[in-house]
């Protein structure tokens, strides 16, 4: 069984037909205007596929957290002005949610126009997926398109009520371009991987992530554990990490990791310390069982990072999540971005390489090496929650195809 695309429908379908399409269209602005492209670029595939084929869109997205009520500096008006220059073709927007004026504008937008509905979290309903809410959107459409990845494991209204609605009402609840593209590489890693299929995890906390660590050690054939996760991990070795970041309640945990995983675990062997991470800290480079006193752990050392290479260019399969260390300032680098490098020159080679996780994309393009890898995820919580092996509620609403 999988989930039905864009591309499964007829495209005959989607000639004069309203499509209710929910898109990440959460961009950061600045002076009201879009300061960063990247989301809205990504949803142009799917959008551009609809109204080639002469599809009317309505695109419902939500923007920032204005808890249920208008806030201006959070209207999706500028978004429409800058999605209408990159498309090429009409956009136009209504402040309307909800209700008769959204009909009326959805009334008027021709074939292969989009009209973008105003911020969805306006409305209270969209968060506690208010079934009234979800039926009114419902009532506009008669095929449901969801490319939110991003927001796909939360159940809101416009991700799981409007989906519910239409399918129950005979049509169609499919997942975009972008959507389809995040479950192929995210899901394929996990279910059928190229072997050794090796993961790297890092960043701040083990606690967010523990489910992810729990899922991925029953699959890979070897765990890379850097960042301050790994912190919690020495406690749990008995080593003294000094003053640096380290979730102390959580060192059973890594100790049952740690037993469970036995020598599929690799954790750094040396460490770059400095008695403060700042841009301009000194560093010093230290056996795991050196650290001690004012020392704080920013980065993994160059005998780990050796390690971690030898393991990445073996691997058929990597799936990567964290980011090393605390590669923002320019000290506690080294490490991530040589693991950045690393991931690059293995998936040129022909590995699968696979990235999700905000900071970790941003540690990547800084390292100048997105492109060349697999696949970049878009999504943050919604990645970690495939990785972890549950379903998303925005993905589970849709129409599934039996028997593939
Ligand atoms: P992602 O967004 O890719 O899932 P996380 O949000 O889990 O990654 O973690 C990223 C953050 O972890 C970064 O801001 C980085 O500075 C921080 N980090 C990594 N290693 C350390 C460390 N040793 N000490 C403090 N912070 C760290
Ligand atoms: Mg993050």
Known sequence: MR??????????????????????????????????DTRIEAALPTIRYLTSHGARVIALSHLGRPKGAPVPELSMAPVAVRLGELLGAPVSFTDA???????????????????????TRFDPGETTNDPELA?????????????????????????VGAAARIKAAGGE???????????????????????????????????????????????????????AMANTFFLALGLDVGDSLVEADRTDLAADVLARGGDKILLPVDCVVGVAIDAEAETRVVPRDRVSGRDKIGDIGPD???????????????????PMGVFEMAPFAAGTLGVAHAVAAAADAGTVA???????????HMAGVTERLTHVSTGGGASLELLAGKDLPGVTSLTRIEGE
Request: charged share 25%; proline share 3%; aromatic share 4%.
């Open 3 to 36: 989930t039905k695309t864009l591309p499964d429908l007829d495209p005959q379908r989607l000639k004069g037909t309203i499509v209710l399409l929910r898109v990440d269209l959460n961009v950061p602005l600045a002076d009201g205007a879009v300061a960063d």
């Open 97 to 119: 949610v909800r209700g008769e004026g959204l009909a009326s504008a959805a009334g008027r937008i021709r074939d292969g126009e989009v009209l973008v509905a105003e911020n």
């Open 135 to 159: 039926a009114d959107w419902a009532s506009l459409a008669g095929i449901y398109v969801n490319d939110a990845f991003g927001t796909a494991h939360r159940a809101h209204a416009s991700t």
């Open 173 to 227: 609840a499919v997942a975009g371009i972008l959507m389809e593209r995040e479950l192929r590489f995210l899901g394929d890693a996990l279910d059928a991987p190229s072997r050794p299929f090796v993961a790297i995890l890092g960043g701040a906390k083990i606690s967010g992530k523990i489910d992810v660590v729990d899922a991925l050690l029953d699959r890979v054939d070897r765990l890379l554990i850097g960042g």
């Open 304 to 322: 780990s990072l050796k390690l971690f290479r030898s393991e990445i260019a073996g691997a058929g399969t990597l799936v990567w999540n964290g």
């Open 354 to 364: 696979v990235l999700g996780g905000g900071d970790s994309a941003a540690a990547a």
